[in-house]
């Protein structure tokens, strides 16, 4: 497959001259991906952004159910630097940016969330370019290594992430990383959906389900404290289907404090490793339908709470407060500091490994 031709005819409509630049000595570009189908998958390497992913409607209509930007300058000064981003090393937060780990103690993480480290720091890996290692008509794999003490943490870090298309309408995220000292690390894929198709204002009407009994209650800089609680009787429970706008702007201290849903649920009867159905999500609007699923405990729910509007996304489209939603399949926040959470260490020898499925039907 060509991906260097000038993409006038893709389903995206996206250009691939504009992905084209040189960042911190590396270049970048845009590839794009097909099922046999014609499901199409756009991924640029800057951040290993998931760009345009084209899925059909109810109406045999193509529809781009993620939101993204049109070109690499326009990611480089976006105000949601996670639109499509693998976050890591470390995925979601660590309570005052430092933890200990064998007795010692790390604490130059950066604080670029109130008092705590997010998504790996002040230049995560949604803000690197990485290396193109393969690529063909349905999939990609993308390296990167992070030097050791980078962002403060320990560990020269090599990750690799491949997106791969199955004919079964499915977007197939495979992570795998090995390190040369114990390290911490938590990889999620952090892309805003809006099955109503990117730019549609608001994602309420969505009709979403979770498997979860429980969620992590946070403090009011978003960090788990106490045991979970259960969601029953909750605006959090989404064990039977649910509108996502129903009790979004519920007075739950939870939902106050986060201005939305921003919470990790702790999917049930889970199995680290064992692939299991995280979240399925459907516009009445399109009759888009998306399965979630993943081998990891938790998924964070995100309702794209502090989005603005005021920047200009994919075609000239605003994105405003809640048009969008995240499935971040991933451990817990703050795992480095709660020993009673699943573990997040990754020793020398040892080989992370893990999968996140996104499949589309029609309901």
């Not at 209509?61 to 993204?68: A, E, I, P, R, S």
């Not at 109503?196 to 994602?203: C, N």
């Not at 490793?273 to 979630?292: F, Q, V, Y």
């Not at 451990?331 to 996104?358: E, M, W």
Request: proline share 6%; charged share 20%.
């Amino acid at each position: 497959m060509n991906n260097d031709i000038n993409n006038e005819h893709t389903l995206s409509g996206l250009r691939v001259a504009p992905f084209r630049k040189v960042v911190n000595g590396k270049e970048t570009t845009l590839c794009i991906l097909k099922n046999k189908g014609g499901i199409e998958l756009t991924v640029t390497n800057y951040g290993a952004k998931i760009v345009s992913l084209m899925v059909p409607d109810k109406n045999g209509q193509w529809v781009d159910v993620v939101t993204g930007h049109d070109s690499i300058d326009a990611y480089l000064a976006s105000e949601e630097p996670y639109f499509g981003a693998i976050c890591g090393r470390y995925g979601n937060r660590i309570a005052n940016a430092k933890f200990t780990l064998d007795g010692v103690v790390y604490d130059r993480l950066a604080q670029n969330n109130g008092p705590n480290c997010l998504h790996g720091g002040r230049v995560g890996f949604n803000a690197v370019v990485w290396d193109i290692k393969e690529l063909d008509s349905r999939t990609i794999v993308l390296a990167y290594t992070a030097a050791d003490g980078e962002e403060g943490f320990p560990g020269r870090l090599h990750t690799e992430v491949s997106y791969h298309l199955t004919d079964a309408n499915e977007l197939l995220i495979t992570y795998h990383a090995t390190t040369d000292k114990p390290t911490v690390l938590n990889l999620t894929n952090h892309s805003y959906f809006n099955l109503s198709g990117a730019g549609d204002p608001f994602i309420g009407d969505h009709v979403l389900t979770i498997p979860a009994n429980y969620y992590l209650p946070t403090d009011e800089t978003s960090i788990p404290y106490g045991p979970p609680e259960k969601v029953e009787g909750t605006p959090m429970d989404f064990r039977t289907p649910h509108e996502v706008g129903e009790r979004i702007h519920h007075d739950f201290e939870p939902l106050v404090i986060g201005r939305g849903y921003d919470h990790t649920y702790i999917i049930n009867g889970k199995i680290v490793g064992e692939m299991a159905l995280a979240a399925r999500c459907h516009s009445p609007k399109t009759g888009i339908l998306m399965d979630t699923l993943t081998t990891e405990p938790g998924i964070h729910l995100y309702t794209g709470n502090w989005m603005t509007g005021n920047l200009v996304g994919k075609h000239g489209q605003r994105y405003p407060r809640q048009s969008a939603l995240c499935f971040e399949t991933q451990h817990y926040p703050d795992s480095p500091n709660k020993p009673k959470y699943p573990t997040t260490v990754l020793r020398p020898g040892a080989r992370f490994r893990s999968q996140t499925v996104f499949k589309f039907s029609i309901q």
